[in-house]
């Protein structure tokens, strides 16, 4: 029966690999994934038999790889981070459903941007967090700014993906506005450019200096709950509040 | 200088270690941390050189470490999971600063419980998600709840940490019972025990279900959204709302 192993390489260095993703994309028939996916892991195993689909074709990529794995092939498809997280795990058990796929199918994790982030800041994620992504491709955007509303009410550090693309470029000055209804504008909010990658790149500003801070696609932001601070360049929110 | 690195070492199985912590670990003159956590990676380390300490001397054990940097030597402070999620980065820093101790501190990200679950489960987290420990010891309990309650508002997928031990045997139920003002009883839920290491295992119940759950302090809880759905035993929370 073939094997469809569905692989988060983590944030794109070789070092954050695990040894189970490693050795899965060594011994696969397949690799497969979006281009730039594929690219970064060509670096790496360039001997492999990649098969890359440009972006926004997920489910043609999907379809492919169950088709490749239905030939009795052991296939990995590669994705950055927890392949589990905003990954394609979840649509690859979905076509491999419609399609009738008899194969076997399991999920590699790995390490997440939010992990990756937080490690090059300092030790932002100590406390309760809630991961939202900004991207309104496949979530109406009242729904995603009621979430931040609720991450704000609930005092949780915030962690936020895909903050911002060339459509899309006032939701993180949207989500930073309903956050200041619950924190100060002092609160600390850390961004990573590139977590864990080549030319990774953060800064630390505050919540009330966001709307001007440099953010890209390939960015994340943390957003500090009420206890976050920073010293010495780091950003840090303490374990208790108690403490 | 001494270098202390904070690594969290991923769920606990060799396989699921980064190829950083593995390097990190190796090289370390000194490997500290909590005797659990030190009697794992002595299986696949035995001959490095351990400095163990009990649970619940955390400050203590972070003082160690540091005193050990302190004398030019490169140490290894490990956690499970991702140091940097709920883990010591974080108190690290604090004692490092109290103690004004010139060492260098790299934190090194690792593989979170919520990805190591999530992928034994199915895809459960491909949707905005929260991350919230049940644990009193340092935050007030009408906020874990609040939080819960927050989550629940913004039909984010929750993910529990630490949620249940000794003491604390009915804070699930109470969870459970917050999130049922919003979500039906029928919301699948996940539970895996010792995830990413030896001893797994998971079910897959409703939150409806979860207070006759078999849960215990090594498990991790994971409440679908409102678009969550179990198929051939797997726990899936589809990508878009409007797909």
Same mark, same amino acid.
């Given at each position: 029966?073939?094997?469809?192993?569905?692989?988060?390489?983590?944030?794109?260095?070789?070092?954050?690999?695990?040894?189970?993703?490693?050795?899965?994309?060594?011994?696969?028939?397949?690799?497969?994934?979006?281009?730039?996916?594929?690219?970064?892991?060509?670096?790496?195993?360039?001997?492999?038999?990649?098969?890359?689909?440009?972006?926004?074709?997920?489910?043609?990529?999907?379809?492919?790889?169950?088709?490749?794995?239905?030939?009795?092939?052991?296939?990995?498809?590669?994705?950055?981070?927890?392949?589990?997280?905003?990954?394609?795990?979840?649509?690859?058990?979905?076509?491999?459903?419609?399609?009738?796929?008899?194969?076997?199918?399991?999920?590699?994790?790995?390490?997440?941007?939010?992990?990756?982030?937080?490690?090059?800041?300092?030790?932002?994620?100590?406390?309760?967090?809630?991961?939202?992504?900004?991207?309104?491709?496949?979530?109406?955007?009242?729904?995603?700014?009621?979430?931040?509303?609720?991450?704000?009410?609930?005092?949780?550090?915030?962690?936020?993906?895909?903050?911002?693309?060339?459509?899309?470029?006032?939701?993180?000055? *949207?989500? @930073? %506005? #309903?956050? &200041?209804?619950?924190?100060?504008?002092?609160?600390?909010?850390?961004?990573?450019?590139?977590? +864990? =990658?080549?030319?990774?790149?953060?800064?630390?500003?505050?919540?009330?200096?966001? *709307?001007? @801070? %440099? #953010?890209? &696609?390939?960015?994340?932001?943390?957003?500090?709950?009420?206890?976050?601070?920073?010293?010495? +360049? =780091?950003?840090?929110?303490?374990?208790?509040?108690?403490?």
């Amino acid at each position: 029966m073939g094997k469809l192993y569905v692989v988060g390489f983590g944030p794109g260095g070789y070092e954050h690999m695990t040894e189970k993703a490693i050795e899965v994309i060594k011994n696969a028939d397949v690799v497969t994934g979006y281009t730039t996916y594929v690219n970064i892991l060509k670096e790496f195993f360039p001997d492999k038999n990649y098969l890359a689909t440009p972006m926004m074709q997920e489910v043609k990529r999907c379809q492919m790889a169950v088709e490749e794995a239905m030939k009795d092939q052991t296939v990995a498809m590669v994705s950055s981070g927890d392949s589990g997280i905003y990954g394609m795990a979840g649509i690859i058990y979905q076509v491999a459903e419609e399609m009738n796929a008899n194969i076997e199918i399991e999920t590699v994790p790995g390490v997440t941007a939010a992990s990756a982030a937080a490690s090059v800041l300092g030790a932002p994620l100590m406390h309760d967090f809630a991961v939202i992504s900004l991207s309104d491709l496949m979530t109406p955007f009242d729904l995603i700014m009621k979430r931040v509303d609720c991450a704000g009410q609930g005092d949780m550090i915030v962690c936020l993906y895909n903050p911002k693309s060339k459509k899309r470029v006032d939701y993180v000055e *949207k989500a @930073a %506005d #309903i956050l &200041m209804k619950y924190r100060k504008p002092e609160t600390p909010v850390g961004i990573v450019r590139n977590a +864990g =990658r080549k030319d990774e790149a953060s800064c630390i500003t505050t919540l009330g200096e966001l *709307k001007n @801070a %440099d #953010i890209d &696609m390939f960015s994340v932001v943390i957003v500090g709950n009420s206890q976050t601070y920073t010293k010495n +360049g =780091r950003m840090i929110t303490p374990r208790g509040y108690r403490v």
